[in-house]
């Protein structure tokens, strides 16, 4: 078979050819980013076989220096990054640059807006890797051989960027992958030693692996000019860049810009991260770590399959990305690389879960994020503000995971509130307790669907009559989360929509006020519970309201309203329980209630009351159709008709 039988001309999956065309279109204005992207794959690349080596020496095939190397050559208009790391196959080559490695891909580019400037935000968090390269080239020639295969396995994979790559068989001799790109018109600066060597200086310093150039030849002193014509020239490299893991050094040596850097390297996010903590610790075990909280939330946050954990070392030789086991799942969004001394080099992740020493670790590196949070939120200025509204849902997910840090947690933890009645959740626990009034022991909450309903909830007349705060919830993890929070402060809390209301700060006058009235209905409160028995567990007059007639109340050991309705939709069964109408005796609707001597009438009139006060508070009507009869019937019979 000739070589040329060989050359097979594939087209890029679709999504691969969107993908391309927005980059190079949305990313124009930063046009070196490309040269950081490869010289991460390459560092990668040098990972995974250091990795590999451990349990297999023969794929070094006799050469451990490992390094990635920049040539640049002016005439040809071309930049080479060539690295000896763990190289590809054809067959990997094929997978990886042409069909789409990364997993969500497609919903990333279903969450593009069209709008360039939102998108181009949207693709750096995506991470641009490897089609970076066709933001400067109009050609792009692979050549690759995977490490431990023969020279004549190796692979050269081409493309103009378009719609199709070829790939061909061709004898590589060294193991690892080099990368030519055949330089833009507009890019031929990256064909110049000077400004390369700043761009890696600038992205890539922090790379454990070092950058070699050709060292700048000087120009021949005078009485070299006739030295002996046998000497060849050795081309010389050196290294461009730091070539030490960034985390092995200490705090004060590395500068901010680095820090940045490093994160953008190990988290494919195109802006600087939000905060950093760094670490070393020492004592009965022995790690460092660099952990970073991110800007935005990745667009798949919610995807149970979105990469998360830390990237782990064990002595500085990479393990594995997503090590999952060093952080709890409501801290997901966290990035960074944990370096420890005391696991075994060929740690497995089925180990990890049983070692001793990680659970030592997690919990550690819990509280260090915890911390670094505390630590934003008393920041100046609205830092925290912005890290609540990316993350705070996930945030939320935490009392419920992590009981030890409990505490810890509600301290972290932002609410809207009827302090401010804006929907920006931006008021704390403490700041809550601070204001309590004086004999409130409890603090007050409400969950509803969504702001609106919780703010305008009738359950809250009495507290804005009375002038006490209550918290106002409404994202879809709330009630799960108020389950799981007993008490703040020596404070415990209190959804205002269960049980009977008792306010400690009631005067004995109030207490008295509220007897009289419940004698005064009890005649009222029988005949509704009576028409109303198959759809509540109770009536019974409340103070609770100022101006609305009724409202709904669950038992004190019922599921909540919210709660029911998440499981509803989820098609899970719920169990059965009926609410409680409470009712305002003094609304001029009960008062002509109370006056009704039909009892088709009063039924009917029962029946909208109870069907309003589920409306109020977002539920929906078991029988819309009967609910707009009734009315309307009641509507006619008001205008005389
Ligand atoms: N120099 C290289 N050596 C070996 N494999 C490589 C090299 N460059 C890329 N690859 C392979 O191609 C894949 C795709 O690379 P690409 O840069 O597009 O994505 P990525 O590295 O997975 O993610 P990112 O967008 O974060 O860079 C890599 O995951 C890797 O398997």
């Not at 004060?252 to 802006?271: G, L, M, P």
């Not at 667009?299 to 990479?318: E, H, I, P, S």
């Not at 009375?466 to 009630?479: M, N, P, T």
């Amino acid at each position: 078979m000739t070589a040329d039988a060989n050359k097979e001309t594939l087209g890029f999956q679709t999504e691969a050819k969107q993908l391309l065309h927005l980059m190079i279109h949305s990313l124009y204005s930063s046009k070196e980013i490309f040269l950081r992207e490869l010289i991460s794959n390459a560092s990668d690349a040098i990972d995974k076989l250091r990795f590999a080596a451990l349990s297999d020496e023969s794929l070094l095939e006799g050469q451990g220096d490992y390094q990635v190397q920049v040539d640049v050559d002016k005439e040809a208009k071309t930049i080479t990054i060539s690295d000896n790391g763990v190289g590809m196959n054809r067959e990997e080559v094929v997978e990886h640059l042409g069909t789409i490695a990364k997993s969500g891909t497609a919903a990333f580019l279903e969450s593009l807006t069209g709008d360039q400037q939102k998108d181009s935000q949207l693709i750096g968090q995506f991470g641009v890797g490897f089609y970076s390269a066709f933001i400067v080239a109009d050609r792009v020639e692979v050549h690759t051989r995977k490490a431990g295969s023969s020279a004549d396995q190796g692979v050269v994979w081409e493309s103009h960027g378009e719609s199709e790559f070829s790939v061909e068989p061709r004898e590589k001799v060294s193991r690892g992958t080099s990368i030519t790109l055949f330089l833009k018109e507009d890019s031929e600066e990256f064909a110049d030693d000077f400004r390369v060597r700043s761009v890696i200086k600038k992205y890539s310093d922090h790379i454990a692996v070092p950058v070699m150039m050709l060292k700048p030849t000087p120009p021949p002193a005078a009485e070299e000019e006739e030295s002996d014509e046998d000497v060849v020239d050795v081309p010389e490299y050196e290294a461009v860049n730091e070539a030490t893991a960034l985390w092995t050094r200490s705090r004060t040596e590395v500068s901010d810009e680095e820090y940045e850097e490093f994160y953008k390297h190990i988290s494919h996010d195109f802006e600087a991260p939000r905060s950093w903590s760094h670490n070393k610790v020492e004592g009965k075990f022995e790690y460092t770590s660099l952990l970073y909280i991110p800007q935005k939330a990745p667009f798949d946050m919610w995807n149970r399959d979105m990469a998360r954990g830390l990237k782990l070392y064990v002595q500085r030789t990479f393990i594995m990305d997503e090590a999952e086991q060093f952080l709890p799942l409501y801290l997901r969004f966290v990035k960074g690389v944990v370096d420890s001394n005391d696991l075994p080099l060929n740690v497995s992740r089925e180990i990890l879960q049983q070692e001793s020493s990680v659970d030592a670790m997690r919990s550690a590196l819990t509280k260090r994020v915890l911390d670094m949070l505390g630590k934003l939120a008393k920041k100046e200025g609205d830092e925290y503000g912005q890290f609540w509204s990316e993350f705070g849902q996930v945030l939320k997910e935490g009392p419920a995971e992590d009981f030890a840090n409990k505490e810890k947690i509600a301290r972290l933890l932002r609410f809207s509130s009827t302090h401010t009645d804006a929907e920006a959740q931006d008021q704390s626990l403490e700041d809550y307790v601070s204001r309590m009034q004086e004999g409130q022991e409890k603090i007050f909450y409400v969950v509803a669907e969504n702001f609106n309903t919780a703010k305008n909830s009738p359950h809250l007349e009495v507290f804005r009559k009375k002038g006490i705060e209550v918290l106002l919830l409404s994202d879809r993890v709330d009630d799960w989360l108020m389950n799981h929070m007993q008490d703040f402060d020596g404070k415990s809390f209190q959804d205002v929509a269960r049980g009977a209301l008792e306010l400690a700060t009631d005067s004995e006058e109030d207490k008295a006020e509220q007897e009289k009235l419940q004698k005064e209905a009890e005649g009222l409160v029988e005949r509704m519970a009576k028409v109303l028995e198959d759809k509540v567990a109770e009536v019974r007059a409340t103070a609770r309201l100022t101006d609305s007639p009724a409202c709904l109340v669950v038992g004190d050991y019922d599921m909540g309203a919210q709660m029911k309705r998440i499981m509803e939709a989820a098609g899970q069964a719920v169990p059965e329980s009926k609410p409680i109408l409470e009712v305002n005796p003094g609304h001029p609707i009960l008062e002509m209630l109370d006056g009704e001597q039909d009892e088709d009438r009063f039924a009917d009139l029962a029946g909208i009351v109870f069907d309003q006060a589920n409306l109020a508070e977002g539920g929906q009507l078991e029988d819309p159709a009967a609910y707009v009869a009734k009315l309307n019937k009641l509507l006619l019979a008001l205008a005389g008709r």
